[in-house]
């Protein structure tokens, strides 16, 4: 009963696995799964124990961690059944509230939410967390340590982690970068210059912002000198409704998040 086990074998649980075992991670590893495909797979990759079993499984966690879908997250629960001895539980499951899952699987577990990005394979990920009430600090530590061996750790208010949830996706960065080279390829670049001339616009200035202890407001400044090339590329990106876009996009990944929540 000491381990870090992974209950879903998917996209994530790999993501994580690969970070995790770039941080040279220490403590023992279990995955559970359906799929034994999936869970061969997982073991000859990372070098990590599985479990077929998921009542094995679920006896060997220190530290539980449930990612699954939303879809499948309550029958999941109801096959565990219940748990007889204090374990820390991490819901990766996006929308499902603490509460549910406290109706799902009750005391002596404890229940966490985390939402890592899938980056944290390369350990440039973020991940926000939020904590169900009473749950003990050592195990806080713990789970807030294994999180930041993959990247930079979040603890927000649960009232925000859907909002959190639509914004920090690294799913937002590559739709940019694929539409602004479309772009810059019917302007006439070949493919590779244009990825290469919208990844260093998108991810070299941000990185530069991150770094560089300069507000961002000055880097706009700086960026679109008044009459300039950018300042006609931004004006005329907000004319066309560049905002509404973010916006509407943000309303449309919360409404989904809910819906799918309400599936549990």
């Not at 939303?70 to 499951?93: F, K, M, T, Y």
């Not at 990185?207 to 008044?226: F, K, Q």
């Amino acid at each position: 009963m000491n381990a870090t086990v992974f209950l879903g074998a998917g996209r994530i649980t790999s993501a994580l696995l690969a970070g995790l075992r770039l941080a040279e991670y220490a403590k023992p590893i279990i995955v559970h799964d359906r799929n034994l495909q999936k869970l061969r797979d997982l073991r000859k990759r990372f070098g990590v124990a599985v479990e077929k079993d998921l009542g094995q499984a679920v006896g060997n966690a220190k530290v539980l961690i449930v990612a699954v879908r939303p879809g499948s997250l309550s029958g999941l629960l109801r096959e565990i059944g219940s748990v007889d001895r204090p374990l820390a539980a991490v819901s990766l499951a996006a929308g499902v509230p603490l509460a549910k899952l406290r109706a799902g699987l009750r005391p002596p577990v404890r229940w966490a939410r985390a939402m890592p990005s899938p980056v944290c394979r390369n350990r440039r990920g973020l991940t926000a967390l939020a904590f169900d009430r009473d749950f003990p600090a050592a195990s806080r530590r713990e789970i807030s340590g294994l999180f930041s061996k993959v990247g930079a750790v979040l603890e927000i208010p649960e009232s925000k982690f859907d909002a959190f949830t639509v914004t920090y996706s690294c799913s937002h960065g590559y739709h940019a970068l694929a539409v602004l080279a479309e772009a810059a390829q019917a302007l006439g670049l070949d493919r590779k210059t244009a990825l290469t001339a919208a990844a260093h616009a998108l991810a070299d200035g941000i990185i530069a912002w991150r770094e560089g202890g300069v507000s961002l407001d000055d880097l706009l400044h700086e960026a679109a000198t008044p009459g300039g090339t950018a300042a006609a590329v931004m004006e005329a990106m907000d004319q066309a409704g560049f905002r509404r876009v973010f916006e509407k996009g943000l309303a449309a990944g919360l409404t989904r998040t809910h819906e799918n929540a309400k599936r549990t």
